[in-house]
């Protein structure tokens, strides 16, 4: 399904040094290039290092259809596994929002769920958290990169770099939609669980009653809430999470991306997808709220929620999403980016200014 992006990621800005550059045919003997031929390692004009073809440990070429399997991959490790391993704390954040009486803060969350339910009663939901964020994961990542090579491609080198903001947050939006399809019916499960004392204990428990009670619009009355939860969020996961690598390496970090180890670059990656997640769980709280509420009630509109809430109401359990979200974020590019590590997937360095622009510049 990828093979029409293949020759759109051969061109695209973002894939250098990983690819190998194609000389024109019929250049004149002699007449210089700003790339190597085929085959062939030499400088680059304007750059301090050698273009590379495809790294010997590469895998798969960059923008291929395993280019792109592997990244899904990549995103269903990264996704699944962060979002079960926090199913406590997603939990009690969960009841905070659906019933601040009970719950009154993070702590007596911990303690009022433990004491009716016992240690076991943290771990409700986390089989639809599994397979929920585990699809979502593949399509989020995946879409990302087939997005992010097509769009640079439609507005060409010169404005891809110079829009590349945009390209993330076009790139995203577009591949949450995907996503949050995947995810909905998994995630209205979940919060039934985790939120109706007595409804169901299991996630094959659950996916009757709600059948039986609501039918199919049970699992997605919950989808356009959930897609303005997580479009804004994945936006500011992707597009922050770029800029702010781009500024590590240029600001912070002492040396150059090619001349740090990959165990330093995984840190980097660390720090920026932290910094990332505090951003995103502020912009996409309201929703996680409005969403909470929506699959706990039965009947209920997001518009009849957003009434009942109020502003502020909207604001609950804003602490413990950001330090969820903020070390999911972490964790998850962490997870993936190791993952294109271990598997041999090519991790092109952040964009650099083309020599064309470059040219443009010094002329003025």
Not at 309 to 321: E, K, S
Not at 346 to 363: C, D, I, T, V
Request: hydrophobic share 45%; net charge positive; charged share 20%.
């Amino acid at each position: 399904m990828f093979s029409s992006f293949f020759q759109a990621a051969k061109n695209s800005p973002f894939k250098t040094p990983f690819s190998q550059a194609q000389c024109d045919e019929g250049k004149a003997v002699g007449q210089s290039s700003a790339y190597p031929a085929v085959g062939q390692s030499g400088p680059v004009v304007g750059r301090e290092i050698a273009a590379a073809a495809a790294a010997s440990t590469d895998s798969c070429e960059f923008g291929s259809n395993k280019y792109f399997a592997l990244c899904g991959i990549g995103g269903i490790l990264s996704c699944g596994t962060t979002h079960t391993f926090v199913v406590p704390l997603d939990l009690v954040k969960c009841r905070l929002q659906v019933d601040p009486a009970k719950y009154k803060n993070l702590v007596h969350g911990f303690k009022v769920t433990v004491a009716e339910e016992g240690a076991v009663g943290l771990a409700k939901g986390w089989f639809p958290t599994l397979i929920g964020y585990s699809l979502q994961g593949l399509c989020k990542f995946g879409f990302y990169e087939v997005f992010k090579i097509k769009y640079a491609d439609i507005l060409g080198e010169e404005n891809a770099y110079l829009y590349r903001t945009y390209i993330y947050l076009a790139a995203s939006a577009s591949a949450e939609v995907f996503a949050d399809i995947a995810l909905a019916p998994f995630e209205a499960a979940k919060v039934k669980i985790q939120t109706v004392p007595g409804y169901a204990n299991t996630f094959r428990e659950a996916v009757p009653k709600m059948l039986s009670e609501e039918g199919i619009g049970a699992f997605y009355k919950g989808l356009v809430p959930l897609w303005m939860r997580q479009i804004p969020y994945t936006m500011m996961k992707f597009a922050c999470f770029e800029r702010t690598v781009e500024l590590l390496y240029k600001y912070v970090v002492p040396k150059p991306r090619t001349e740090c180890s990959k165990g330093e670059q995984l840190i980097v990656t660390f720090a920026a997808g932290y910094i990332a997640g505090v951003f995103c769980a502020v912009v996409s709280h309201p929703a996680d709220v409005v969403v909470s509420k929506l699959n706990q009630s039965k009947g209920a509109s997001a518009g009849s929620v957003v009434k009942s809430l109020g502003f502020m109401g909207m604001w609950n359990g804003l602490t413990p999403r950001i330090i969820m979200i903020g070390t999911l974020t972490a964790l998850q590019w962490f997870i993936y980016d190791g993952v294109k590590v271990a598997l041999g997937i090519p991790r092109p360095p952040p964009p650099e200014m083309p020599a064309s622009l470059k040219a443009k510049e010094k002329n003025k």
